[in-house]
């Protein structure tokens, strides 16, 4: 685990070399946010009425880089709740009276995304994500005591994305609204046994619509300054200093004459 968390890291820290690099936020619409895990049933002998909606706010980081015209990738890390509020079928048991069963996740996608070249520009994207199993809990109720059920699933799952949508994108921030789907490609447990409900080879299908916002990272190229030659006036024309000369002494002179005519004679 703290090899594959390392290689994470290290993934990260390379985007960052990169031009356009952008680091944000994202949240999800609760109102606007299903689970369905299938197929369970109950542990003691009724039938299971649950219920996808579950109203979790869900939220996280993500790391995007472009890669060439219309491509671009994408890694996030995510803390993801998924839910499963039931009742025994038939009864009339309110949201707040039903039981839950709840798995918090640490969830990783790395997506693949395809996209317009305008400011304002649709994408798609698609990918694969490991989800690390922070919790399970089970309570009689949605406010009651949590009863800790982690050591029965388990703790590493994986999952394939696919969604869409709309980007906003200014000199240095960008802006997204996306819709996603993700289903489990492993089980949530091989165990025969779990308290409550039947797991044995379920898993789980989510939906959500997020908004997120990015800021735009400078470029960080390790090059040189280029070398600027002088540059010299053209329309100027050179100007020379005048050198006047300074009168030879009057002994110097004299000193001078006598030599001269010894050579003259």
């Known amino acids: 685990m703290k090899r594959f968390l390392t290689t994470i890291l290290w993934l990260c820290a390379a985007y960052l070399g990169f031009a356009q690099t952008a680091i944000g936020v994202k ?16 542990m ?4 299971v009425e649950y219920f996808g909606k579950t109203g979790v706010v869900n939220s996280g980081l ?41 798995f918090d996740y640490l969830e990783m996608p790395f997506l693949l995304q395809f996209e317009g070249k305008k400011w304002f520009r649709g994408f798609g994207q698609i990918g ?18 949590k009863f800790n059920m ?16 709309v980007m906003w994108e200014i000199p240095k921030w960008i802006f997204t609204a996306d819709a996603r789907f993700s289903m489990n490609l ?8 779990v308290p409550h409900l039947y797991f044995k080879d379920a898993k789980s299908y989510y939906f959500a619509i997020s908004i997120g916002a990015g800021l735009k990272l400078p470029k960080n190229k390790n090059e040189e300054p280029a070398i600027q030659e002088p540059a010299y006036p053209s329309n100027e024309e050179p100007v020379y200093q005048e050198v006047k000369e300074e ?6 002179k004299e000193e001078a004459a006598p030599q001269e005519v010894k050579e003259a004679e």
Do not use: C
Not at 44 to 47: A, S
């Open 27 to 42: 949240i999800n619409s609760p109102a606007s946010t299903f689970t369905i895990i299938t197929p369970i049933q109950s």
């Open 44 to 47: 003691e002998g009724y039938n």
């Open 62 to 102: 993500f790391l995007r880089m472009p890669i060439k015209t219309h491509f671009a990738s994408q890694i996030e890390l995510m803390y993801k709740r998924e839910a499963i509020p039931y009742r025994p079928e038939g009864s009339d048991l309110k949201l707040q009276d039903r039981r839950h069963i709840r």
């Open 128 to 145: 694969l994500a490991p989800k690390v199993l922070l919790l399970a809990s089970y309570s009689e109720k949605q406010n009651s005591e």
């Open 150 to 165: 982690t050591q029965y699933f388990n703790k590493i799952l994986f999952t394939f994305h696919v969604g869409g949508g």
């Open 186 to 193: 492993t089980p949530i447990t091989d165990q025969e046994h």
């Open 247 to 252: 009168p030879i002494p009057q002994e110097a």
